[in-house]
């Protein structure tokens, strides 16, 4: 191990390190911490269940340490561990397999004509609002058996309260407020449902797990919660930064028009080059070894998922967008027992974003004059993406 002084693994762009281990260290210290350099090591940390999540103890940083909010997260799904993880992980599983992922396809295509953003297009448009930030949050309606109009609300609650990942104290009261409202609108929500008789969907599903005692009243809102949170802001940032790589590609975007087989390997080579989360920090709940390195009980260990997804000792010519390239199984979802459970969801409606626009708009084009792409706090954000959806028409009336 090292400490690398002008190291921050919170800057997954640096220019002095693009990938995989620095100076042969896969691991390294700071004042951040430990950082997890190479996808080996990553990998072994993200499926150690002794690394717990680090986001109690990010609310603690920030002086949340009692009430709702604290004992929500305590309990959160996030924070389980062995069969309590598992007894709450696996009613909402059930709705993150295959077939029901699948299904939810059809829904996509259904909400991407009702949304066409080059409806009233005269010139670029900013595809994050119109699109990106829509989708999301109109899928975890669908999933929860809410109306499509909650979808404004439910994509405000899942950004205002997940800024807690920006580590930014100064949102502390903000993010406290955001949960309360968040506990409102679902204690509301399930009231109306039911009142007005359960459905097939998520969260019918979860009320009836209440009633038949598998679940508590708290837990069947943590479960909610979880779900809203975590639905719709990451997959809204990681949809604008797969179209802002695709669409900057003209080669791969090319190969993508002529044959849209291609589309899911075009998803997940976006995913790794920009991985919406690109530190996911872990703390380690026991001293433990690693890498010749006894890490102390209660330390912060950052793994460096962009590192890792561009270590070269697994991908080769990492930083170059592939749309060939094989066993690709980046950690942008992180992987282990708390991996992401939305993950296939969130591909597919990725997915299904590309494939509106190479069926729609095959000749869109970004335009940097209004695109503001960067990352804090080792997230990548897009604040904006502008694009062009029909140069060519644009190009004749301009
Ligand atoms: C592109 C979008 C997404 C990205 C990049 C992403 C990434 C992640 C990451 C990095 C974790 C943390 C894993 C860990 O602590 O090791 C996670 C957990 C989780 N994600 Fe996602 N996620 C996305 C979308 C979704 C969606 C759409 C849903 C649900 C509809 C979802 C539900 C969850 C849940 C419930 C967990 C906690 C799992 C557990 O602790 O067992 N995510 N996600």
């Known amino acids: ?12 762009d640096s220019p002095s390190h693009t990938g995989g281990s620095a100076d042969g260290a896969s691991l390294v210290q700071g004042d951040y911490g430990y950082a997890v350099l190479d996808f080996d090591l990553a990998t072994k940390v993200l499926r150690d269940t002794r690394f717990i999540n680090a986001a109690l103890t990010l609310m603690e940083q920030f002086g949340i340490t009692d009430g709702p909010v604290h004992d929500f997260r305590a309990k959160s799904l996030i924070m389980a561990e062995g069969p309590r993880h598992m007894r709450l992980r696996t009613p909402l599983a059930r709705f993150m397999g295959p077939t029901t992922v699948e299904d939810i396809r059809a829904v996509l295509r259904g909400i991407l004509e009702d949304i066409d953003p080059g409806k009233d297009a005269a010139g670029p448009v900013d595809f994050h609002a119109a699109v990106d930030q829509k989708i999301p949050a109109r899928v975890y309606c669908h999933l929860a058996g809410a109306p499509a109009e909650d979808a ?10 997940l800024a807690l990942l920006q580590r930014d104290p100064s949102l502390t ?17 399930i009231a109306r449902k039911r009142q007005a008789g359960l459905g097939d969907d998520m969260l019918s599903f979860l009320i009836r797990q209440e009633a038949e005692g598998k679940l508590t009243s708290e837990e069947l809102l943590s479960e909610a919660t979880a779900m809203l949170e975590a639905s719709s802001v990451n997959t809204a940032h990681q949809t ?11 080669a791969a975007w090319a ?5 849209q087989s291609l589309i899911p390997a075009a998803v997940v080579e976006a995913c790794r080059l920009y991985p919406r989360p690109g530190i996911v920090s872990k703390i380690a709940s026991v001293d433990i070894e690693l890498d010749g390195t006894v ?13 890792a997804n561009r270590d070269p000792e697994r991908f080769a010519q990492p930083n170059a967008f592939d749309l060939d390239r094989e066993r690709n199984q980046p950690l942008t979802f992180s992987t282990g027992l708390h991996g992401c459970l939305g993950q296939s969801l969130a591909k597919v409606e990725m997915e299904e974003v590309v494939r509106y626009l190479l069926n729609h708009y095959p000749h869109a084009r970004v335009v940097e004059n209004g695109t503001d792409i960067g990352h804090a706090g080792g997230r990548w954000l897009v604040g904006s993406l502008a694009v062009d959806l029909n140069p060519s028409t644009t190009a004749t009336t301009s």
């Open 1 to 12: 191990m090292s400490t690398l002084h002008a190291f921050d693994p919170f800057a997954p």
């Open 173 to 189: 009261e903000s993010i406290l407020k955001a949960y309360d409202e968040l506990f409102d609108y679902l204690g509301d929500l």
């Open 295 to 307: 890490i102390p009980a209660g330390s912060d260990v950052h793994v460096a998922v962009w590192s």
């Open 255 to 259: 190969r993508l028009v002529e044959d």
């Open 152 to 161: 404004p609300v439910v994509a405000s609650l899942s950004a205002r309260t």
């Open 240 to 250: 604008g930064l797969v179209v802002w790589t695709l669409l900057r590609d003209r």
